[in-house]
């Protein structure tokens, strides 16, 4: 029998019909608000640093040294790179900053990814904020919609990525020279570009679409051992997706700030020999 104080339903989310009828909003007692505002708080710094050097034109190369914002270097006005990734693919026509024309493959890579989605879901639209707590929309379509049906083309800008990915290895070959273009130097710098390829590798290949198109269909496993196996150490690398995801966004920013210091003179390239 209905008494009339029962809570006021809201046929929507979790106040819907089929729910329990709780009053509060959520019962958590732990800050639970610390980790989608840590989230959020370091991707809108990533995305004001990035959105800075990508407009900015400038600082982006010191011999042998190229931002990684600004390889390949598509557009005329590029800055002269011996034996570096300067193909002037686009002509005279192009009058903005090279690093347009190539970070959309990266940055697309990395909107659409599985990690990437639940960190700026929850970080900046709340959606959830965090586990057992409602989220404040009244209605929920997922990513069948625009714009969120784009999110289905991650598969796509991971073949984009892995392109990318080897053009960044052969900038950190090119690192293996010195301000002359002489081979056989290393300088601190290298070991910088180093520790972000291998970092962007890793992320790369620990992505959710690699894993399945590796080994994700096979129905026999002990017919395609060596699938199997990649899909095992692809597996592995999987588990880490987070971290690596957090390690190679800031090591891409560290190696173009590095980059930045020694092209705008406010630091000299220490030469290991």
Not at 88 to 103: D, K, R
Not at 107 to 112: A, E, Q
């Amino acid at each position: 029998m209905a008494t009339g104080t029962e809570p006021t339903q809201v046929n929507t989310g979790v106040r819907g019909p089929t729910r329990a009828t709780i009053g509060s909003r959520h019962l958590r007692t732990d800050r639970w608000w610390l980790a989608p505002a840590l989230t959020a708080g370091g991707l809108l710094a990533f995305i004001i640093y990035s959105t800075w050097r990508a407009f900015a034109n400038a600082d982006y190369y010191a011999a042998p040294y190229v931002s990684p914002f600004y390889s390949p270097c598509l557009a005329e006005n590029c800055e002269p790179m011996k034996g570096g990734p300067n193909w002037e693919i686009f002509g005279s026509w192009w009058g903005l900053s090279p690093a347009l024309l190539i970070l959309i493959f990266p940055l697309g890579f990395r909107l659409t990814c599985y990690y990437y989605r639940k960190a700026y879901y929850r970080g900046f639209w709340a959606s959830p904020p965090a586990c057992a707590v409602a989220e404040p929309h009244k209605k929920y379509s997922g990513e069948t919609r625009f714009p969120l049906i784009f999110q289905n083309m991650h598969r796509y800008f991971f073949y984009a990525a892995i392109p990318v990915a080897g053009i960044l290895t052969y900038d950190t070959v090119l690192t293996f020279r010195d301000e002359n273009y002489e081979w056989g130097h290393m300088g601190l710098g290298t070991l910088v570009f180093l520790v972000n390829i291998v970092l962007i590798w890793a992320y790369t290949l620990s992505c959710h679409s690699c894993r399945h198109i590796i080994g994700g269909r096979l129905k026999h496993f002990s017919k395609h051992p060596v699938r199997y196996r990649l899909w095992g150490w692809v597996g592995k690398l999987n588990d880490r997706h987070m971290l690596l995801a957090w390690a190679s966004l800031i090591s891409v920013g560290l190696s173009d700030f590095y980059v930045y210091l020694i092209a705008s003179g406010a630091f000299d390239d220490p030469r290991l020999f």
